[in-house]
């Protein structure tokens, strides 16, 4: 685990991004497993500036979005097809055959689903998976209770999910209730992981996902067993960790001793 604390929002967007060039420079075709939400959004930026003004090439990149609204046509302007189309693919050069995101107006959801695993499997795994965490500790759309086995899967949202996601609609009842969602199984398949947070409203749970028991009722917790997990906070977002001090100890002196992290 490697926490990387920055000062703010904008630093940690840079951060994520130069770790995601160095990886492409090594494996130019990586496999990206991708978030919505505001979170990435400074990631997102990022990667488009340096494409358009460092030439990052995503011709041979692949990528699989965590999840997406039951319910929703792609061209929903809520719809994650649209958000990652809009802030990201449109912006650079990513074959658009090559970026997939749920269906979730197809006929068969649970196939949906299990073809998504399959596709997944077949690319060869997800190399880096982007997360970002809800104010319950969720990641994707595994909510609070959810298996911590799960795969990819049609997951009801709940009320504070719902809550959250409202600020995006026109109103509270416009939110889905359903979503298709890689499950915590599929996202810990990921080679590396890397959790992105920022702001004093997700300190608490920030603190109890990576200091706290490993449990369902924060499923953001289960990636304290991930061999290669990164979480990139800014200092509000980092405010409420015990053991803050050393985690920026590491992160100074990391570079002394080849692989060192906590």
Known sequence: MEVIVRKTYEDISREGAKIIRKKMAKKPD?????????????????????????????????????????????????????????NLFDHINIKKENTRVPDGMANDLEAECLQYEEEIRK??????????????????????????????????LTKQTIEDNSRFFEKEKDVPRFALTMGIGSIMDSRSIFLF??????????????EGPITADITASILQMHPRVTYLLDEAAASKLKRRDYYRWVDENKAKVKGATT
């Open 30 to 86: 990586l496999i990206l497993g991708l978030a919505t939400g505001s979170t990435p959004l400074g990631l997102y930026k990022e990667l488009v500036r340096m494409h358009k003004e460092e030439e990052l090439d995503f011709s041979q990149v692949k990528s699989f979005n965590l999840d997406e609204y039951v319910g929703l046509v792609p061209d929903h302007p809520q719809s994650y097809r649209y958000f990652m189309n809009e």
């Open 123 to 156: 690319a060869g795994g997800i190399d880096i998976q982007v997360l970002g965490i809800g104010s319950d500790g969720h990641i994707a759309f595994n909510e609070p209770g959810s298996s911590l086995g799960s795969r990819t899967r049609i997951k009801t």
């Open 197 to 210: 947070a920022d702001g004093e409203r997700k300190g608490d749970v920030i603190a109890v996902a990576i």
